[in-house]
């Protein structure tokens, strides 16, 4: 996945959010990301920023007509449609535009037609200074993303902060081979991601979504400083 950052935000270029592509103009936590969405190909992602009605219509900004996205219900995946005629995203002939889609929640896109660059535009859920975001994990795969749109590996406590009971796993997708990365399983005494038994810990970054399984509940606390 393609992605181009801005983040207005003084203190988050301090605390090294979005890592060598942040550009920094004032101290207002806002900004945009930008994800390549390649015409054929699904691509998981997940909405880094907070629109303040953060619905499809307003989060997925630029889509072509005949792209379909697989929207998470809690259980699976809901495949939606999105019409370019009549401008809405549709689960059938029902219009599904105004379904939640808030950060935190993976989702996949395929893009129809010759692809698209969505911008996502918004606000960094938590605030300057300190302030935290929680994405509350129940136990089960479930398709995440960040609340506080850093570029790091999920280790860091300073960024990424994921911090999961032993024995977690944690599926990426390879966008090239359109597959699921070997998946990543947390080692609590270790303290280390491995993948196929060899200390490897994964990268996120801003706009991907990913699979996320805990033994147990947890919360997953970023902040940004």
Do not use: C
């Not at 449609?81 to 549709?90: A, E, F, N, R």
């Not at 219009?95 to 606000?123: E, R, W």
């Amino acid at each position: 996945m393609r992605t181009k950052i801005l983040l207005a935000s003084a203190a988050a270029l301090a605390a090294g959010v979005f890592a060598s592509n942040a550009q920094v103009y004032s101290a207002n936590v806002v900004g945009y990301v930008n994800v390549v969405y390649p015409a054929g190909q699904f691509v998981m992602s997940a909405n880094p920023l907070t629109t303040g009605n953060d619905v499809l219509t307003n989060v997925l900004t630029s889509t072509t007509g005949a792209s379909s996205m697989s929207y998470w219900t809690g259980a699976g995946f809901a495949p939606y449609t999105y019409s370019g005629p009549q401008h809405k995203w549709l689960s059938g002939a029902t219009d599904v535009s105004t379904t939640p889609l808030p950060p935190g929640l993976g989702f996949f896109i395929k893009a129809g037609g010759a692809g698209f660059t969505n911008t996502y535009v918004g606000s960094v859920v938590a605030a300057a200074g300190g302030g935290t975001a929680t994405n509350a994990l129940i136990a089960g795969y479930q398709p995440v993303g960040e609340l506080v749109p850093y570029s790091d590996v999920v280790t860091n406590a300073a960024t990424v902060n994921l911090t999961v009971p032993g024995a977690t796993t944690l599926l990426t997708w390879d966008i090239g081979l359109q597959a699921y990365d070997a998946p990543y399983t947390y080692s609590g005494p270790q303290h280390v991601w491995k993948q196929n038994s060899v200390t490897a810990n994964p990268t996120i970054v801003p706009a991907q979504g990913f699979f996320v399984n805990p033994g147990s509940g947890t919360n997953w606390v970023q902040t940004l400083q």
